[in-house]
């Protein structure tokens, strides 16, 4: 496979109860492509990943959140589940790390429940995106434009419904990280 992200590092934040999947398979992709990740959390040695209907693997921590610096890294993965980013927007440092990404402009990949983060960074309005559909009221409200449409793209910003949409998800993910940097909204 061609090593489109030779030299880029994407920070991928998460808690316990993230949809096992959606961090997985993109992981898997952005590696695939060249990039380094690095699993980013609250949680200081490892998280809990959630596998469709019961708790899933554990996963060791890359880099603790109290250590991580945005600065390091040129784009942001979030994985989805219901419980990881409910409980990540009650972190205030988790919302600044997502807020940092918006404010300089580097690609963001966020799928299924994840964008409820984007929602608590106060980075959606104005923006067209998808998410999984139980979301759509509370992203209109937050001043999105809400689509039902497997990937959607917007100024760096890549969003997707649901685990099914993963290969379409990955691909246009891996597309505008090798963009780099966008225009900050």
């Known amino acids: 496979m061609e090593q489109k992200l030779q030299g880029k590092k994407v920070a991928i934040l998460v808690t316990d109860g993230f949809e096992q999947v959606e961090l997985t398979e993109p992981q898997q992709a952005l590696i695939d492509a060249g990039a380094e990740t690095k699993i980013i959390s609250p949680k200081d040695k490892e998280v809990k990943g959630w596998d469709h209907t019961d708790w899933g693997d554990t996963f060791n921590v890359d880099v603790p959140l109290s250590e991580a610096n945005p600065e390091d ?3 942001l993965l979030l994985p989805g589940g219901v419980m990881n980013p409910d409980s990540l927007r009650m972190e205030t440092d988790a919302v600044a790390f997502v807020e940092h990404f918006f404010e300089s402009g580097k690609p963001v990949a966020a799928i299924c429940h994840a964008p409820i983060m984007l929602i608590e960074a106060d980075v959606v309005e104005g923006r ?15 001043g999105a434009e809400w ?3 497997e990937v959607v793209t917007d100024n760096g910003l890549v969003t997707s419904r649901k685990p099914d949409d993963i290969p379409a998800f990955n691909a246009k993910m891996i597309e505008e990280i090798a963009e780099g940097q966008h225009t900050p909204a």
């Open 147 to 149: 689509v039902d449409e």
């Open 73 to 75: 890294y040129d784009a």
């Open 128 to 142: 067209k995106l998808t998410s999984y559909p139980s979301l759509k009221t509370d992203l209109i409200n937050a």
